[in-house]
C-alpha cells in the first residue's frame, strides 16, 4: 500500500521546497512532489522534512562515560583507561540493554542509521562465547527493537598498541577484543555476514581498529579476506599514533593504509585529524571517505582536523558522534562548520546543503545504503520531521534551520516506511527510563 505525508517544507536533493508530498511503498520513497495542498488520505506532518541522519561512527557502550569523565582533566589516554573499565563490565545481555537504549535515544534525534565500530567480541578473559558472535548480535537485536537501520563495523583488533620499538603485546582488558590472528576474525566475521545476508535493515562491514592494533602484514591479510562493502578506520586520531608510526614503519599511518591496499571509495577513515599535506591529497585522491565527530574531538581534546581541505581534495565527510558525549546531529553537523571558523576566522566554510549532505547521504554511502540519505524516489523512506516553531527553530529560515535546530526539536522518525518517533515520543516509551535502567545495572554489575 503506497502512504503519503505532506509536509510544509522538506530539504529535497536540489534545494528546500514547499507544501510537499512524499510518498512511500515497501520502505522505498516513490513519488515527491512539491507545491501541492494535501491530498484527503495524506498523512500531514507539521514541521520541515530532512533526510534520515546517518551517524557514522558509534561505540554504543561509551554511552555510559557521559557526565562521569570531566572531574580530573588528563588526556585522551587517560579518559582511554576509564572506558575499558565499562568495557569489562559488560556481556550479552547488558550490551544489549544498553545498546537499545543508545539507539533508541538516536532515533528520537533524528537519526535513522547507525555504524557501530564494533570490538567487544569475547567474554572477560578473551573466550569466544557459545555463539562466537553473541556481543554482534545483541547490537543487531537492540538495533532492531529500537527501529534504527545498523551497519556493524566488526573490528580486527590483534595489538595493544605500537612504540617505537614495534607493536605491543594485549593488555586484559583487550583480550576480549581479539581473535587472535587475522584469519580467526575473517573466519568470525564472514561467519556473521553470511547470516545477515538479504537483511532488510542490516549490513555487516569491517574496520580496523587503527594501524596501532593491526600491525602492516596483517593489514595486507585484512584488504583480501574482509567481507565486501564497507571498510573503517581510526586515523591519525593523535600525534602519539603519527610519532609511533612514522619512528616503526618510516611513513604516516595513511601512508601505510595506501601501502597495504586499504583506502579507496569503500573506505573511510574516522577522525584524521592530525593529517599532513601528502595524508589530505592521499585520501583525496583514492575517495577514502573521511568521518569527523566534532563532539567527541572536543570533548576528548583531540583538536580539529582539516575538514575543508579534505573535501576540497575529493574526500567525502560524514559525521558521527562517537563516544556519545552528546547524541545529536544537528550539533555534530554544526560543529563541523564551526571548527572551521575557529581554525580559518571565516565564516560561511560549508554550504547549508553540504553539512545536511554530511549528515545523511554521505554517511549513508559510507556505511553501504547507496542511495539513502536523500528525499527522492527509489531512496529509503526515511524522514525526520523537525518542528519549526520551537524556541530554538522560530524565526529561521527553512533552509538554514539545522544551524538553530537541536535533537529536542525532532517531531516525528520514519524508517523505511515505519513510524518510529510520533509527536517526539520513541515506540519503545520513555528513553530517559530505558537508558537509566541499562546504566544503572551496568554500574551495579
Known sequence: MTVSYWVSAAHLPDGVADRVRISERDGVITAVATDGDPAPDDIVLDGVALPGFANTHSHAFHRALRGRTHADGGTFWTWRQQMYAVASRLDPDRYFALARAVYA???????????????????????????????????????????????????CYLSGGLTAAGHQPLDPVQQRFSDGTVDGWAARVGALANRHTGAETVRVGAAAHSVRAV???????????????????????????????????GCTPAELLHRHGLLGPTTTAVHATHLTASDITLLGTTRT????????????????????????????????????????????????????????????????????????????TSLGWHGGGRLAVGAPADLVIIDSSSVRTAGSRTAQIHYSAGAPDVRHVIIGGRRVVSNGTHRLGAVGELLATALTDLEDS
Open 105 to 155: 535515544e538516536m532515533v528520537a534525534a533524528g537519526m535513522t542509521v547507525v555504524g557501530e565500530f564494533h570490538y567487544l567480541h569475547h567474554d572477560h578473559q578473551g573466550r569466544a562465547y557459545a555463539d562466537p558472535n553473541a556481543m554482534s548480535e545483541a547490537l543487531v537485536a537492540a538495533a532492531a527493537d529500537s527501529g534504527i537501520r545498523i551497519t556493524l563495523l566488526d573490528v
Open 289 to 364: 571517505g573521511t568521518c569527523f565527530c566534532p563532539t567527541t574531538e572536543r570533548d576528548l581534546a583531540d583538536g580539529i582536523g582539516p575538514a575543508r581541505e579534505l573535501a576540497d581534495a575529493g574526500s567525502p565527510l560524514s559525521l558521527g558522534s562517537d563516544q556519545h558525549a552528546v547524541i545529536d546531529m544537528f550539533e555534530e553537523l554544526r560543529g563541523l562548520e564551526l571548527h572551521e571558523r575557529l581554525t580559518t576566522r571565516q565564516r560561511g566554510r560549508f554550504t547549508p546543503l553540504e553539512l545536511i549532505t554530511a549528515a545523511s547521504a554521505a554517511g549513508y
Open 215 to 249: 600491525p602492516a602484514a596483517d593489514l595486507a591479510r585484512l584488504a583480501t579476506l574482509r567481507p565486501s562493502g564497507p571498510l573503517h578506520v581510526h586515523l591519525s586520531e593523535q600525534p602519539a599514533e603519527n610519532v609511533a608510526v612514522q619512528a616503526f614503519y
